[in-house]
């Protein structure tokens, strides 16, 4: 089974969301800095699922984000009754995260030219500075998905 | 042969979709544009309601016995997104997606807003039917196209 996770902005809550979810939250700042697909709008903008990586159990985690991501999980459920499938080979995650549509606007304002930077900038800055909220949003949706249960992290300390 | 599904999508599923899926299927016929009630007779024009976003509607199947269906995906641009999640779904090969939002004139979105949107088709049925004729000869080219570079 492999987990696609989407939301508003693929690049900024739903990657740290994921990063919860391969268990790299101890460290969640580095691992976004050293991560090109945090804050990395060419790729968002693309609108394709963007892999990133395989959990303890080698299932692979995608992220996606999408204006309608509160229709994926019908959409890919839909994709796969039609094509015949007996059972729906991936797990979809819808991340409702407070604040993403402030993000989404930022984003949106860093297609401006030569402005446009500085509204990305922010954009990253106001993700980091939300990442414990980010964080809890995301426990609590897996607490909500029994078939995530696996997925549960162990209450860790926050750095 | 290979069978197909053929899924026509646009945002609302309701209009330049289900005329595109039509053409597909013989019902309208592509070099005449056709009347208001031609349209109007069409089992899914104008007809979606917002439960049937995400819900792959079932049109029929052509000549070749591929299965044409319409997608209201609530999305302007959604080509790389369906196309990425059939990919992970291991279904691609499929599907042949065709996205009609680039047909969709002014009229059609004016009038699909205010017909499907606010729920007042005597005020927007007009505009929607206008549009769809200024829409109709674009839409069968691109039916057209589809047939020749999938079948």
Redesign the interface.
Known sequence: M?Y?LVGKNAVYETIVAALVFLQKEENLIEELDKNPVFGDLDRDN????IFMGFDNRGNRI?I?G???YK??E???G??????G?PD???QVITMEIKGDALTYYLAYLADLPLIGAWFANLAKRWVISRKTEIMTSCRNTINSMPQLEDFSPAAKPLK | MILIKFVYFDYGGSHSSVLAANIHLGNLNSAKTPSDAELINLPLFDKTVPEDFGTMQYVGQDENNHEVYVFGTRHSDFTATINGLAALLGVSTEYTFVGTMPYVNYLLRLGGFLSRGLSAPSLGRPFVFRGAKMAYPALANLVDRVKVETI
């Open positions: 492999d696609i693309k609108r394709e699922p995608y996606l999408t204006q309608n229709l994926i019908k959409i890919v839909e994709l796969s009754r039609v094509a499938q729906i080979p991936l």
